[in-house]
T-cell receptor, first 115, second 111 residues
C-alpha cells in the first residue's frame, strides 16, 4: 500500500539556521499539507498546497515558512531562520482530492529540535 | 473558528469493557468529523469518519449536532486498541480542507 514518506526522521539544528523538511506524497494525490505538533500539544495545521500554490495557511505559517514542490514527487517545508519554539514534530499529509470527506494520509513525521 | 475538545487526556479500561472516547466540537457551519488513531511508533491514520457511517475495528461514532459531539465507542475493548486517539474536524463546503484536531486521548486497555 502506498505511503507518505518523510525525511529526515529527526533533525537537530541551531537557532537561526535554515532547515528543509522533505516529504514524498502518495503518487496520485493532488493535495498536500503540513501540520506540526509541539510536544504535549495538539496537532496544528500549517499549510495546504494544490496545483503548485498555497491554497490555505494558518497564522502559524508566517514569512519564516515556505513550501515548494521542486519536482514531480517531493514536497518541502523550509524554515528560514529557526527559533527555539519551532521545535516540534512536523507531519506531511496528502489527499487524492480536496474536500472535507476526503482522507488525508499522514507521513511518519520529522522531529525537529532547535538548540 | 472551529475547535475540537477531547476532555480526557488518558482513559484506562479493562479488556472486554466498553469504551467511550469523548469529543465535542465548536463550529458555526456543518462540519465533517473524523477519528484518527496513532498506535505506538506508527503514523496517524484515519480510523473512521462520520460521513461513511461505518464501523472500523468495532468502533463507531455518531454525530450529534444538538450536543455538538462525536463520541467514539466500542462495546468490548481489546488490548490492541491501546493507542492515541484524535478527534478532528474540517469545515464542509467552505473550501477549507484543513483538519482541526483535539488534543487527543490516550486509551490504555488493561489485560
Amino acid at each position: 500500500e502506498p505511503e507518505v514518506t518523510q525525511t529526515p526522521s529527526h533533525q537537530v539544528t541551531q537557532m537561526g539556521q535554515e532547515v528543509i523538511l522533505r516529504c514524498v506524497p502518495i503518487s496520485n494525490h493532488l493535495y498536500f499539507y503540513w501540520y506540526r505538533q509541539i510536544l504535549g500539544q495538539k496537532v496544528e495545521f500549517l499549510v495546504s498546497f494544490y496545483n503548485n500554490e498555497i491554497s490555505e495557511k494558518s497564522e502559524i505559517f508566517d514569512d519564516q515558512f515556505s513550501v515548494e514542490r521542486p519536482d514531480g514527487s517531493n514536497f518541502t517545508l523550509k524554515i528560514r531562520s529557526t527559533k527555539l519554539e519551532d521545535s516540534a514534530m512536523y507531519f506531511c499529509a496528502s489527499s487524492e482530492v480536496g474536500g472535507g470527506a476526503d482522507t488525508q494520509y499522514f507521513g511518519p513525521g520529522t522531529r525537529l529540535t532547535v538548540l | 473558528a472551529q475547535r475540537v475538545t477531547q476532555p480526557e487526556k488518558l482513559l484506562s479500561v479493562f479488556k472486554g469493557a466498553p469504551v467511550e472516547l469523548k469529543c465535542n466540537y465548536s463550529y458555526s457551519g456543518s462540519p465533517e468529523l473524523f477519528w484518527y488513531v496513532q498506535y505506538s511508533r506508527q503514523r496517524l491514520q484515519l480510523l473512521l469518519r462520520h460521513i461513511s457511517r461505518e464501523s472500523i475495528k468495532g468502533f463507531t461514532a455518531d454525530l450529534n449536532k444538538g450536543e455538538t459531539s462525536f463520541h467514539l465507542k466500542k462495546p468490548f475493548a481489546q488490548e490492541e486498541d491501546s493507542a492515541m486517539y484524535y478527534c478532528a474536524l474540517t469545515p464542509s463546503g467552505a473550501g477549507s480542507y484543513q483538519l482541526t484536531f483535539g488534543k487527543g486521548t490516550k486509551l490504555s486497555v488493561i489485560p
